[in-house]
């Protein structure tokens, strides 16, 4: 992390290594124009907010608390809506509220919003019916439409990300402390989700629950007011280096280097070259920081990303998320954490579930299967269990909207109903009652972890 004496030179050190899946700019003064634009705007959010977020982490890693990240594959500037945003927000809140009464663990909650526009690709073009042109890379680079003009990076898209994501976190500010989170109102952000669901008694019942201990608080003269409101930090793949950069700001009391894009951003399996641009420029920052981590990850890329990453060893600053696939997670993560704890590293696990078990349907879309969704989160804490250490976190595509975009779950989607509302800019989403589901099966699976 730099100080302020070498901040300028520092935060800009990753323009001289290689950058991977970046877009292919075709005016790079209009870019640069936009990059100064971006650095005199104000922050997204504080260095204060990110530092909370890093001890709460801390206590994830030692075992103390559960992380919930969950939104959007890729947020879309349309989709920017307060329907759509309170929707993430309510889903996050349930999910976070079932989790907490099955495992009596705190539950940090984060975000996949106010950033998560861009997306890395496996072919920087798109071939139809012999015609080429540069693939979707998300609203913050290009359009979605399959035409030349659509297709074209355009750096403009970079300010509006900027501003998209200024709307959603004011309306995430709004929310959470205006009375939006308030857990007496628990049974209230029920309304309009789960009415004719699976999961709707399960829920109800928790609900009561909380109403009923609430209830006692107060007749015994205890105020629960701390519980009107609570946090939810925004996060995002960093993936867009010239964005970041832009919008990375030095506190004057300290001289560390803060990303404002987020409190929390993430390198992706694509881009966490040990000599790339993108691990030298998260090194410079002090947010709290993730890697994700797929099936090719090696103990010794691990560890060598900590020390990178982390060479302080501050508990909360370096999280990993694993997306191994569900018929790889048990063969393959026992030894990178057990390599890790033999170190004596102290980091937070999480599994993201999601990316490493997507097919493409009968029907040609991109789907995921509910059940494979959760054998990898019980493969997860499985291996946690046998080698003595804490399942961590849930990273999770999702969104608060009746999609359908995964099979299976509580109404057992099949393949002929994804054409009914498959909505995803980019990779399936779980619904809300799917959502739901999986907090349920994991709040259980935390609690046998914990007897």
Same mark, same amino acid.
């Given at each position: ?25 075709? #005016?790079? @003064? ?20 990110? #530092? ?11 075992? @103390? ?60 073009? @798109? ?103 609570? @946090? ?13 950069? $832009? ?93 890790? $704890? ?73 393949? #002929? ?35």
């Amino acid at each position: 992390m730099i100080t302020n004496s070498s901040h300028t030179s520092a935060i800009d050190s990753w323009r001289s290594r290689p950058a991977a899946q970046q877009p292919d700019w075709p #005016d790079h @003064e209009e870019l640069d124009q936009v990059a100064a634009h971006l650095k005199n705007a104000p922050p997204l959010v504080y260095a204060a907010e990110c #530092d909370r977020l890093r001890d709460q982490l801390g206590a994830v890693a030692r075992g @103390e608390a559960f992380l919930l990240q969950g939104g959007d594959c890729a947020e879309t500037f349309a989709g920017n809506t307060a329907p759509a945003v309170e929707g993430k927000l309510r889903t996050l809140l349930q999910m976070a509220v079932v989790l907490t009464h099955g495992s009596s663990l705190p539950v940090v909650k984060v975000g996949r919003l106010a950033g998560q526009y861009a997306k890395p690709r496996s072919s920087g073009t @798109e071939v139809r019916e012999g015609m080429a042109l540069p693939s979707y890379r998300g609203d913050a680079v290009n359009g979605h439409a399959f035409t030349e003009a659509d297709r074209r990076p355009d750096p403009q898209r970079l300010r509006t990300m900027y501003e998209a994501s200024t709307t959603t976190l004011n309306l995430v500010r709004a929310f959470m402390t205006g009375g939006g989170a308030d857990l007496s109102l628990v049974h209230r952000w029920n309304q309009g989700f789960l009415e004719g669901t699976p999961a709707v008694g399960r829920y109800e019942r928790i609900a009561g629950e909380i109403d009923r201990a609430l209830a006692f608080m107060r007749a015994c003269g205890v105020d629960p007011g701390a519980l009107h409101a609570t @946090e939810m930090y925004a996060s995002h793949e960093g993936l867009l280096l010239d964005y970041e950069a $832009a919008l990375t700001r030095v506190e004057p009391e300290t001289g560390l280097a803060y990303a404002t894009s987020g409190h929390l951003v993430w390198i992706g399996e694509r881009t966490r070259d040990l000599d790339g641009a993108h691990v030298e420029y998260f090194s410079r920052i002090s947010n709290p920081v993730a890697v994700k981590l797929g099936p090719t990850a090696t103990p010794d890329t691990v560890l060598a990303l900590s020390e990178r990453l982390n060479p302080d060893q501050i508990p909360g600053r370096l999280t990993f998320v694993v997306r191994m696939g569900a018929e790889k997670v048990r063969d393959l993560l026992p030894d990178l954490v057990g390599k890790v $704890a033999a170190e004596g590293l102290v980091v937070p696990w999480v599994c993201d579930p999601m990316h490493g078990n997507t097919f493409t349907a009968s029907t040609g879309h991109k789907t995921r299967h509910f059940d494979d969704v959760l054998n990898e989160v019980a493969g997860f804490f499985e291996v946690h269990r046998s080698l003595g250490t804490h399942p961590g976190g849930l990273h999770m595509e999702l969104t608060g909207d009746d999609v359908t975009e995964c099979l299976g779950g509580g109404y057992n989607l099949e393949a #002929d109903d994804l054409c009914l509302r498959y909505e995803t800019a980019c990779d399936p989403r779980l619904n809300h009652s799917q959502s739901l589901d999986v907090a349920f099966l994991v709040a259980e699976m935390l609690r046998n972890h914990r007897r």
